[in-house]
């Protein structure tokens, strides 16, 4: 398996990387992309506790946040809430209040978080804030997972997510940490000095941690191991971005208000 997610992950990244580059509406063909997976992925897991998704009116939900104007979004929204109130009126009670909640908030999580993806798209050095914001979602990922294979000892969250420790907690966030220090000396921008980088190396770690942590609750929820198998050796969508998902705010934020 160890194998196959390196593998994964040698083919993957470059021709995520090339995509990016490329910018423009690959970049937002690959978000789209990204955002409907995932919510497929979501609906997925809602069917295997025989809840009923609202499919089409959460696809349009995501797009609609990934990409409506600020003008068109409330209005959009509005009309999204109509639909999926008419569908759950003439559907009930097969479709229940709780079909439709679930549906509509997992749609917007993804819609709303993955839409900083696209508003990034927008910024000045897009590609480098956009791999910024991957190097962080895959520092702490990968300190967790080793500092957690050898010292992990003291439980987190045994009921929600066994496997994870504070040791690895820990790991995620010294690696992640240190891999946002090591970026800014690399890539020299005026008015970022150490103190400014090993902030947002540790505010990115707790984010990609608890957005990681929600993933897996929302897994356990729905009693499932993956949330889906469309990525080998590392799961589905949400499995493979659920921190970053989290993330992807705080890097715009510190871009707009802190390097530019």
């Known amino acids: ?125 897009s590609f480098i804030i956009i791999v910024l914001a991957l190097i962080l979602t895959w520092s702490s990922d990968t300190g967790a997972y080793f500092a957690g294979k050898l010292w992990g000892k003291h439980k987190m969250t045994p009921i929600l997510s066994p496997n994870k420790t504070w040791e690895g907690a820990a790991g995620g966030l010294l690696v992640c940490a240190a891999a946002s220090l090591v970026f800014f000396l690399v890539i020299d921008i005026d008015g970022i000095g150490i103190t400014y980088a090993l902030l947002l190396g540790i505010g990115a770690s707790i984010l990609a941690q608890l957005g990681d942590f929600f993933i897996s609750g929302a897994k356990r929820f729905f009693q499932v191991k993956d949330s889906g198998k469309i990525i080998p050796g590392h799961g589905g969508v949400l499995d493979r ?15 707009v208000y802190i390097i530019f």
Request: proline share 5%.
């Open 241 to 255: 971005f659920d921190s970053f998902l989290l993330l992807i705010p705080l890097v715009y934020y510190f871009s």
């Open 1 to 125: 398996m160890f194998k196959i997610r390196v593998l994964t992950a040698v083919i993957g990244i470059p021709v995520l990387l090339a995509v990016l580059y490329l910018g423009g509406i690959y970049w937002k063909l690959l978000f789209a992309l990204m955002g409907i997976l995932a919510f497929m992925e979501f609906t997925h897991m809602m069917s295997n506790i025989q809840l009923k998704p609202l499919l089409v009116p959460g696809i349009i939900l995501v797009l609609l946040l990934l990409f409506a104007p600020d003008s068109y979004l409330y209005p959009g929204i509005f009309c999204i809430l109509i639909l999926a109130v008419t569908i759950s009126i003439l559907k009930y009670p097969d479709l229940t209040l709780q079909d439709t909640a679930i549906s509509l908030f997992g749609a917007a999580y993804i819609g709303f978080l993955l839409s900083y993806a696209i508003k990034i798209a927008a910024l000045q050095q």
